[in-house]
């Protein structure tokens, strides 16, 4: 997937876009994050409430501000890992996304159709975020 372009530097689309507090601004799936534990940093954990009301249990699991964060949530049968990378482009910066759906037992196909749609739906929430970041910078 091609990367999404922020209008703002790297360190500050990393700190939006990395903080679990941020997340029901830009992120569709979610209502609310709930039981944050830790600073923004390595380890830290919440859980996303989602509007379909399943509760994945999220950690940040690498943080090299402002170049690299991945996460990883677990719910049930599956797993999940997202690595966003932010590279310099002018006065703003690009925003990569690697992602990695798993599922155990029959959950496994699920998991792999899920690994198809979730980028598509990870690429609309970063373009919100990147409106909304962009519409506070002005």
């Known amino acids: 997937m091609r990367p999404v ?13 990395v903080d679990p507090a941020n997340r029901p601004r830009w992120q ?17 954990t919440w859980v996303d409430v989602t509007l379909l009301r399943l509760r ?9 501000r402002p170049r690299r964060w991945t996460e990883r949530g677990t719910w049930r049968s599956f797993a999940a890992t997202l690595t966003l990378t932010f590279e310099p482009a002018g006065a703003g ?8 759906v798993r599922g155990r037992g029959l959950a496994r ?6 690994g198809v749609a979730a980028p598509i739906a990870v690429r609309r929430d970063l373009e919100r975020a990147a409106r909304l970041l962009g519409d506070s910078s002005n």
């Open 5 to 17: 372009r922020f209008a703002v530097p790297a360190e500050v689309a990393f700190d939006f876009l």
């Open 28 to 44: 569709s799936s979610l209502s609310r994050v709930e039981r944050v534990r830790g600073e923004v940093g390595l380890g830290q």
């Open 56 to 64: 994945p249990r999220m950690e940040t699991t690498e943080l090299d």
């Open 93 to 100: 910066c690009d925003v990569g996304v690697a992602m990695e």
């Open 109 to 114: 196909p699920l998991a792999l159709l899920l």
